[in-house]
């Protein structure tokens, strides 16, 4: 059975610090990248970090120098550091595991995080 689980969202203050972290597990194919995308109320989702191999890491502009995606490639878990949070980076965040193999891809429940005074 695929899970693809996230965990860490919260309730944080501007220019607060969030750690997201997902765990991909019973996938049978090799995973080519794990991203983590979000959805704020009234959005559409957007791409918000992608880390490629384990190796390569691409960022939305709207996040580069505050976010910092990692992970551990044989494990297929990914984790998000995200710092200096302003209110619209309030969105629920899914964690997507992109296989080897065209079209087929994972998606997690989501986690919420809300960035308020």
């Known amino acids: 059975q695929v899970q693809v689980v996230e965990s860490g969202g919260g309730l944080v203050q501007p220019g607060g610090s969030l750690r997201l972290s997902c765990a991909a597990s019973g996938i049978k194919f090799s995973i080519y990248a794990m991203s983590w995308y979000r959805r704020a109320p009234g959005k559409e989702r957007e791409l918000v970090a992608r880390?490629?191999?384990?190796?390569?890491?691409e960022y939305a502009d709207s996040v580069k120098g505050r976010f910092t995606i990692s992970g551990d490639n044989a494990e297929n878990t990914v984790y998000l550091q995200m710092n200096s949070l302003k209110p619209e980076d309030t969105a629920a965040y899914y964690c997507n595991a992109q296989t080897a193999i065209a079209g087929i891809d994972y998606w997690g429940q989501g986690t919420q995080v809300t960035v308020s005074s």
């Open positions: 880390l490629i191999s384990g190796r390569r890491a």
